[in-house]
Structure formats: C-alpha cells, structure tokens
C-alpha cells in the first residue's frame, strides 16, 4: 500500500566519502528530532564529521515530500543550515562562496556548530495528504527521474520503511532515544 510521509535524505556519492541515510517519518517531531541528531549532536567529534561532509562534500540534506507513494517535492536543507568550523563566523550551507573561505586544518574537522532555521523548516514543508507512514509499515516510492536531477539514494530503492534505512550499506533500523 502506498503511504505520505516525508524522508531526511542525508547522502554524499561514492568519492572521498560515501552516506546515504533516509529517515522515514509522518510526523514534525521525529523529523527534528533526526535533524537535531545529525547537526545538534551532544558528542563534539560526531557535528565535526556532519560538517565535514555537510561543508566539505557536498552532501545532499534535504526532505523529500511523498504523497500516497509518489515522490512530490524536495526541500533543500541547505538554506536553514549554518556552519561554524574551528571558529569561522558561521556560513549559511547555500553560501557557496562563504563555503570556499572555510578550510579546515590539516585536512580534518575537529570542531564545529550549527544553527538551524526550524521556523523556515517548517514553513518549507507541504502539509501531507492521505493515509500517514507509521511505526513498523512500508510504503511504495515512485518517483519522476526528469523532475530530480541531482544524486540521491531515494533512485535506488522502490520502497521505504518507518524510521532509518541506510542505503549506503543495505541496513533499515528504527533510531532509539539512545541514538
């Protein structure tokens, strides 16, 4: 059966690094919360490799908006993200050129900070229509190629379960508080 939800796609093609993280959710909340996961993270060493990737490879982070199984829209992240590394003036992800001016040293990032825009998240996001992905089901994904030209790990799967999959390595899991 196809269901709406929306999908965090956290993903950097195969290169200097690899990641494709999708995070299946119906609800603002747990959305948020994969956000604050990823850039808002209690351990220091894990926002460094989120700006690392965020700042340095390109990384695709955005929402997917997927109505009855069809994939609708995508909201780029890049606009609502700020990042500070080793104590730059924080650079809006979209600032390609602010982005250029950041170097880290020696090749590593070892510290780093984000501000999220959370109001423009929101605002960004398309209210779901239809029966809502929940805990424990799958929903069937369609999608028009011509629409979304840009790399993604949605064009490698068919369908989607509740909660985390990593496309990267071929594992679904469902994150915990813990997480």
Same mark, same amino acid.
């Not at 796609?9 to 604050?36: K, M, N």
């Given at each position: ?5 929306? +999908?965090?796609?956290?993903?950097? $093609?195969?290169?200097? /690094?690899? =990641?494709? !993280? ?9 959305? =948020? ?8 993270? @209690?351990?220091?060493?894990?926002? /460094?490799?989120? /700006? ?13 908006? +997927?109505? %009855? %199984? =069809? ?14 590394? &080793?104590?730059?003036? /924080?650079?809006?992800?979209? !600032? ?16 780093? &900070?984000?501000?999220? !825009?959370?109001?423009? +998240? ?16 799958? @929903? ?15 064009? +490698?799967? !068919? ?8 496309? &990267?390595?071929?594992?679904?899991? @469902?994150?915990? $508080?813990?997480?």
């Amino acid at each position: 059966m196809t269901k709406s939800c929306y +999908i965090l796609e956290l993903s950097v $093609e195969p290169g200097g /690094a690899r =990641r494709g !993280d999708l995070y299946a959710y119906s609800q603002w909340p747990d959305l =948020r919360r994969s956000i604050e996961h990823e850039f808002l993270n @209690t351990d220091p060493m894990f926002v /460094a490799m989120a /700006a690392d990737l965020a700042v340095f490879y390109g990384e695709t982070i955005g929402i997917w908006v +997927i109505d %009855g %199984g =069809r994939a609708e829209s995508f909201v780029d992240l890049h606009p609502f993200l700020r990042a500070r590394v &080793e104590g730059s003036r /924080a650079v809006a992800l979209d !600032d390609e050129e602010g982005l250029e001016q950041l170097a880290p040293p020696d090749g590593f990032v070892t510290k780093a &900070e984000f501000e999220i !825009d959370w109001d423009g +998240i929101r605002e960004a996001l398309p209210p779901l229509a239809g029966r809502l992905l929940a805990a424990g089901e799958w @929903t069937a994904i369609e999608w028009d190629r011509s629409r979304f030209d840009f790399p993604t790990y949605l064009s +490698i799967t !068919d369908a989607l379960g509740f909660g985390h999959t990593d496309a &990267e390595n071929g594992d679904a899991d @469902t994150p915990t $508080e813990e997480d």
